[in-house]
């Protein structure tokens, strides 16, 4: 309303002033002038509410806000011009046109040096932002960050050479050379990352080079996101490591990723675990007739309940989830349940796998990941399961911790069991998930979010990295491929450096990086502490995959079958029977003696940190 009575105000004022200046100012009183200005302020005020001028946010408006206004007061003053012929008005062409001129200059001026001012105001504390990808999706991006005050768009990047020069929306379009003379021109806050539509390989080398900038980067999601939310903190998100480790996807094999899940009844054992639940996602999306949620931890089987039944709502399916609390060492309950269900698949992803913990609980760990396995599998084959498919880790190989002997002497377990028997065993081995619980990912994430330090072990350890989800596709797709016994291996890339992956993650939230230094130098301001705390009991430098250099490929190019030598059948039981008995009587360091002699390839440091060790000084 107040926009409305200044308007008026601001069209009465015009039309004097043109008078008194350009005409004759006694001649306002006349009856025949006041009807003439009075009609054409009031025509100009209805028009503008016609064209919804009133509903735009002035700090939000821009040029196109001065279309309303022209056709309003031209409007208005073309009426003036033939009122006042027609009513013989004193009123003459110079004082409409100035008229006309003032009214414009009034109305819109004032508003335009108002949202000026208010940018003015807020350019100390907005953040400057430069658009890479000037495609559609970046111009409607841009358009979206004109209506908020916490950031404002410099330039656009883009690799296209009829773009190059262009100005869109009033920022000028620049090649991927420029980017680091913006930065420092225009003293860059963000740059937005805005082509959804490109492959994943372009990504990662987009992200590379823009990593090595100082400058924080961020993705914007698709097209639709930008036209149905606004501009914020939920759709304009940092860039996570995962765009720069993962790699291009091997689209899954459909007759793999279904043949032991579709139509079947699954059980997945470590239901809840951030692999088990993701194999749960992937043979929810093939069909099963049902599936079974095994699950020690009553938290994490509800989250992972909640959300199937929750897919299973929004996509109309019939899979029966069906939720179990219990162990996997718990050998009366596991025949039940795979009897009363009639079991086809059993995937065992429950285990005991966080290095640490596991050397500080060597007991627990054995029983769980050893002789868990060996109850699994025993069931499984009294069942009549068709398909066990053990999940292994590439801690087991030569492994230097009671988690990677652990799992290799389940290996072991698996391989004699598979021999003669009408259930066909696998295991599948890979190295750490981006974003499992045992993953430095999330823990680099939180670590630079509250400022530092970040935590690496050692300058030179390395990891393999790979995705939940390919992990996930591609156990249920070597699990397909099992005749009894075999160990399938996951190409994981190319191995990293956790200190380089301190230092990416670090720069891409915009963050200097920063080694703590034994001289006691103070880390500058704003930049994040990197700490060496040494390797952790059992850890070792770098992981490996393969016990010898003796694969084969597989029907899937990143799925390879190991050819691996173990104990005979005989010996595994001699030493399962020994395990048993040191486990009864919580001796860990006869359990430790008895990994190493079974040729697991346990190279122990000798040094116990159970708590339950009788030499442990705490």
């Not at 053990?390 to 230097?400: F, H, M, N």
């Not at 190319?494 to 993650?505: C, P, Q, T, Y």
Request: one cysteine or more.
């Amino acid at each position: 309303m107040l926009h409305v009575l200044f308007d008026v105000l601001a069209l009465f004022s015009s039309f004097f002033m043109s008078i008194i200046f350009f005409g004759k100012p006694e001649s306002i009183p006349n009856g025949d002038n006041l009807f003439v200005i009075m009609v054409s302020v009031f025509t100009a005020i209805l028009l503008l509410i016609v064209m919804e001028f009133y509903k735009i946010i002035v700090r939000y408006s821009n040029a196109r806000a001065a279309i309303p206004v022209v056709a309003a007061i031209l409007i208005s003053s073309i009426l003036a011009l033939i009122l006042s012929l027609f009513f013989d008005s004193e009123i003459s062409i110079t004082e409409i046109v100035v008229y006309g001129l003032c009214s414009f200059v009034i109305i819109f001026g004032v508003r335009y040096l108002y949202r000026e001012l208010l940018i003015r105001l807020r350019a100390k504390h907005e953040i400057r932002v430069i658009i890479y990808g000037a495609g559609e999706a970046g111009r409607q991006f841009l358009n979206s960050l004109i209506s908020t005050y916490e950031y404002r768009a410099i330039a656009f990047i883009d690799d296209s050479p009829d773009l190059l020069g262009r100005s869109i929306g009033g920022l000028k379009v620049f090649g991927q050379e420029s980017i680091g003379w913006l930065i420092t021109r225009f003293n860059i806050d963000v740059v937005a990352l805005v082509i959804p539509s490109i492959s994943r390989e372009r990504r990662r080398d987009i992200l590379s080079k823009l990593g090595e900038l100082d400058v924080e980067v961020r993705v914007v999601p698709g097209l639709e996101d930008l036209l149905s939310k606004p501009v914020d903190s939920v759709n304009v998100k940092p860039i996570s490591i995962y765009d720069i480790l993962g790699r291009i996807p091997v689209p899954p094999k459909e007759e793999l990723i279904s043949q032991p899940v579709k139509g079947m009844v699954v059980m997945v054992t470590g239901a809840g675990g951030s692999i088990g639940s993701e194999i749960c996602r992937q043979v929810m999306r093939n069909e099963p007739a049902s599936l079974i949620l095994f699950e020690l931890s009553e938290y994490l089987l509800y989250s992972i309940n909640k959300e199937l039944i929750r897919f299973c709502s929004e996509t109309n399916s019939n899979i029966k989830v069906i939720p179990i609390i219990g162990s996997v060492q718990d050998r009366s309950k596991m025949r039940s349940l795979l009897k009363q269900f009639k079991v086809d698949t059993v995937f065992h992803a429950a285990a005991y796998k966080h290095v640490p913990l596991v050397e500080q609980n060597i007991t627990e760990g054995v029983k769980n990941n050893v002789f868990g396995t060996k109850a699994v599998v025993e069931t499984s084959i009294a069942a009549g399961v068709s398909l066990v498919t053990l999940i292994s880790t590439d801690k087991a190989v030569r492994p230097t911790n009671i988690m990677g002997a652990s799992k290799r002497m389940a290996e072991f377990v698996c391989s004699a069991l598979a021999d003669n028997v009408d259930t066909k065993i696998s295991m599948v081995r890979f190295g750490n998930v981006m974003g499992s619980s045992g993953s430095v990912v999330p823990l680099f994430e939180q670590q630079i979010l509250t400022g530092g330090p970040v935590t690496v072990t050692h300058p030179d350890v390395t990891r393999f990295f790979m995705t939940i989800s390919e992990a996930a596709q591609l156990v249920i797709q070597a699990s397909s491929m099992a005749k009894g016994g075999e160990v399938y291996l996951l190409d994981m890339g190319e191995a990293v450096k956790i200190v380089d992956l301190a230092v990416s993650m670090i720069k891409l939230n915009g963050k200097k990086h920063f080694f703590a230094d034994p001289m006691n130098i103070e880390c500058p301001s704003g930049a994040v502490e990197i700490i060496f705390t040494g390797l952790r009991p059992g850890e070792k430098l770098y992981e490996e995959l393969l016990v010898n250099n003796q694969t084969k490929k597989t029907a899937h190019p990143l799925i390879m079958s190991s050819i691996e030598s173990r104990p005979d059948n005989e010996a595994i039981g001699k030493y399962l029977k020994l395990l048993e008995v040191a486990c009864s009587k919580n001796d860990v360091e006869a359990i430790r003696d008895i990994l190493v002699d079974s040729g697991t390839g346990l190279n122990h440091d000798g040094n116990i940190v159970d708590y339950s060790f009788k030499g442990l000084v705490v």
